[in-house]
């Protein structure tokens, strides 16, 4: 329960664009449940890096047999640009590669973000460009 907590938190973005802060941590309770759903299934896991039992960064890890899509790389507003970040990152490619035994994995970021730069720092390449169309409905949100 306290590790689900400060992972709420870890996420939180008090720049939300798409509604309020309640909406903001109904999503992120909603989607932390679905999470745990995934990893009782055996499809996900989540790995977090810890500073003095607290959490600092989350990666959510998503995989089957030899597939491993890294997701949701987030480091707490106040633990940023300090390598926590790529240590987790690199953590979590290793573990998925051994303990997995993944033999493919998936990091999506924007080529103009930051964080392309950090998954190339640790040897992530682009393979790939994604291109997607987002829509939503704000009032879904109210």
């Not at 309770?29 to 003095?52: E, M, P, W, Y």
Request: hydrophobic share 35%; charged share 25%; aromatic share 12%.
């Amino acid at each position: 329960e306290s590790d689900f907590a400060q992972a709420i938190d870890v996420h939180f973005n008090p720049d939300w664009q798409y509604s309020c802060e309640q909406d903001q941590m109904k999503f992120l309770k909603d989607s932390g449940k679905h999470l745990c759903k995934l990893i009782d299934a055996g499809t996900a896991v989540c790995i977090g890096a810890f500073q003095d039992d607290k959490l600092t960064a989350v990666v959510e890890m998503y995989y089957n047999d030899t597939l491993c899509i890294l997701d949701s790389v987030v480091t707490g507003r106040d633990h940023r640009r300090q390598g926590i970040c790529s240590s987790l990152v690199h953590y979590a490619s290793q573990y998925a590669l051994t303990q997995l035994n993944c033999q493919t994995l998936i990091l999506e970021a924007d080529e103009e973000y930051h964080a392309a730069k950090i998954y190339e720092s640790i040897g992530f390449r682009p393979t790939e460009k994604l291109y997607r169309l987002e829509w939503y409905d704000k009032s879904k949100f109210q």
